[in-house]
């Protein structure tokens, strides 16, 4: 896994409560470091009975804080540096008692010692027993920690160590490594810019078992969402059928045709400071959706198609009234005569910057994760960008994004 530049050196306090899924905290921790950041961990002594301290160790290249008087500690630590010093704490799983003692500021190990000195956006993971999850007493000293803006994350439904079923478990370290990305970013500086991405190809229904589609997966378009979420911004993600899994901290909205992509990004814009068009949206619609499926014959099939809405030129239309859309950014996919075409495309649809997307070899395009991309502006002026990753590509989208916005 690749480092995430917001992760990047920053320093993540992964505090851990007593609580069988402390074993689930190992591999946040790894993704963590994975990341890029600089991770330190605190276990509570019960949290030591379920893993060892070692094991934090050994992934996280760093001394694991066990006790809170140790000397070595008090010299080279602090009972409160660590807190101070860290850009997020993380406390996974956080049991009952823990969440009590950080509702009522207790400080009473060096894990709750940590978090009262911390600054920076704590959050928690709880994970518990269905009953005591239940109990009002858990309720109201979550609602203490949300108030005061802690994030909480979980618990999920299912099977719990007792055997039961229900809700407790704490929820999974993939699920966590988002939700803790989501909470750094919110200090980035877009926090005050509403966002809308559109991706992946969108399916024209020709009945109820058959459609005509393209081959884009979303990887690009949620690389973008991902990026401009990683920067603050409040994002909305209007997608076509894909298998990724959802942008954590972002708006989804699931669509399937052309016509509802369009709906649904006319109403979004209305409120939104940028567009990024990366969908592949249909041009073609069959003219009719049968209700029942179409029987085959042995005759050739012809399929009447008629054009569908082209959304950017609907949103160009729209945008002389709306004075919040500060920055329209399409895509053209093309597999030949790319920047002319592309630049075609930037006057006729009205955008402040188009990326010309060549889709003519294996590795940049659909379905891939890497991309080759050129940047053009409005002034007509092509910044050709080398074969990146989608989501190298993302970032300098999203960097010309905040540029435009400032402008506009
Ligand atoms: O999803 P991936 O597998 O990661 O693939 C990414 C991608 C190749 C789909 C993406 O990077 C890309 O190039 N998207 C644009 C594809 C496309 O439809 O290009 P176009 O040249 O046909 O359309 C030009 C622009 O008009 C695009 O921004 C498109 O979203 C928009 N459009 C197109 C048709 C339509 N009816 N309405 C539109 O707004």
């Not at 994975?34 to 379920?50: N, Q, S």
């Not at 008692?97 to 928690?124: E, Q, Y």
């Not at 979550?142 to 229900?166: D, F, K, M, N, Y």
Request: with cysteine; hydrophobic share 45%.
């Amino acid at each position: 896994m690749k480092a995430v530049r917001l992760l990047l050196d920053k320093n993540i306090v992964v505090g851990v409560t007593g609580g069988i899924s402390a074993y689930k905290t190992v591999a946040l921790c790894s993704r963590l470091v994975k990341a890029g950041a600089l991770v330190d961990v605190i276990l509570t002594d019960a949290a030591a009975e379920f893993v060892r301290p070692l094991t934090f160790q050994a992934l996280t290249h760093r001394p694991v804080i066990t006790e809170m008087f140790s000397l070595l500690q008090e010299t080279e630590i602090g009972h409160v540096s660590l807190g101070k010093r860290a850009d997020l704490m993380i406390i996974a799983p956080a049991t009952a008692n823990t969440l009590a003692k950080l509702a009522h500021g207790f400080a009473d190990n060096m894990l709750t010692t940590t978090a009262l000195a911390c600054r920076n956006p704590i959050l928690v993971a709880p994970a518990m027993e269905t009953a005591m999850w239940d109990n009002p007493a858990t309720r109201a000293n979550l609602q203490i920690l949300r108030q005061r803006g802690v994030c909480v994350v979980g618990p999920a439904e299912g099977h719990l160590a007792s055997g039961a079923s229900g809700t407790g478990r704490m929820s999974e370290p993939e699920e966590l490594f988002r939700a803790a990305r989501w909470a750094m970013s919110r200090r980035q500086p877009m926090t005050d810019v509403r966002v809308v991405v559109s991706a992946g190809g969108t399916q024209e229904a020709i009945d109820p078992v058959r459609f005509i589609g393209n081959h884009s997966s979303g990887k690009m378009g949620y690389a973008l969402a991902q990026a401009a979420s990683d920067r603050g911004a409040d994002v909305v993600l209007i997608h076509g059928p894909t298998s990724l899994a959802k942008v954590y901290g972002v708006e989804d909205v699931a669509v399937e045709s052309a016509e509802k992509m369009c709906a649904a990004v006319l109403e979004a814009v209305s409120d939104a400071d940028a567009l990024i068009m990366a969908a592949a949206v249909a041009d073609y619609r069959p003219a009719t959706n049968t209700a029942h499926k179409i029987k085959k014959s042995d005759r050739t099939m012809n399929l009447n198609l008629v054009r569908t809405q082209d959304i950017l030129s609907a949103v160009a239309k729209n945008r002389d009234g709306n004075n919040r859309l500060k920055a329209v950014i399409g895509f053209a996919a093309e597999t030949e005569s790319l920047v002319a075409n592309a630049r075609d495309k930037l006057s006729r649809k009205r955008l402040d910057l188009i990326v010309a997307n060549n889709v003519s070899s294996d590795d940049s395009g659909f379905s891939v994760d890497t991309n080759r991309v050129t940047l053009i502006d409005s002034a007509g002026k092509a910044d050709e960008l080398p074969l990146l990753q989608k989501q190298e590509v993302a970032e300098i989208i999203i960097d010309r994004l905040m540029g435009l916005i400032k402008r506009n």
